[in-house]
């Protein structure tokens, strides 16, 4: 099994910035991808952005794109998500996915691993 933790959360301002990271920990594959979903209260989870750990390649949700940044460093098994000009509609609960896929997708039944989520909440 594979395990993942996320923190970095918190309260801040629109505008602001946070970082989350994803630290996975277990059997990891350089080939699998890693996505970043959220979910806001009375919301579906829904994709934000997901990264190949052997190619780097990316992929972002639209509502994100030019915002939020996906990153990997593959010798320590973590995955980040940087988060730029954040706004009250940002505010969720995100989690850190994992996935033996070969190819990036953002595909909620695609991934295999969960962590428990992190809490982001963007005050206006």
């Known amino acids: 099994q594979v395990q993942l933790v996320e923190s970095g959360g918190g309260l801040v301002q629109a505008g602001g910035s946070l970082r989350l990271s994803c630290a996975a920990s277990?059997?990891?594959?350089?080939?699998?991808?890693m996505g970043w979903f959220r979910q806001a209260p009375g919301k579906e989870r829904e994709f934000v952005a997901a990264i190949r750990w052997n190619t780097l390649s990316t992929y972002y949700a639209d509502s994100v794109k030019g915002r939020f940044t996906i990153s990997a460093d593959n010798a320590k098994n973590t995955v980040y998500l940087q988060m730029n000009s954040l706004k009250p509609e940002d505010t969720a609960v995100y989690y850190c996915a994992a996935g033996a896929r070969t190819y990036i997708t953002s595909t909620e039944r695609s991934y295999n691993y969960w962590g428990q989520g992190t809490q982001v909440t963007v005050s206006s």
């Open positions: 277990g059997r990891t594959f350089s080939s699998y991808t």
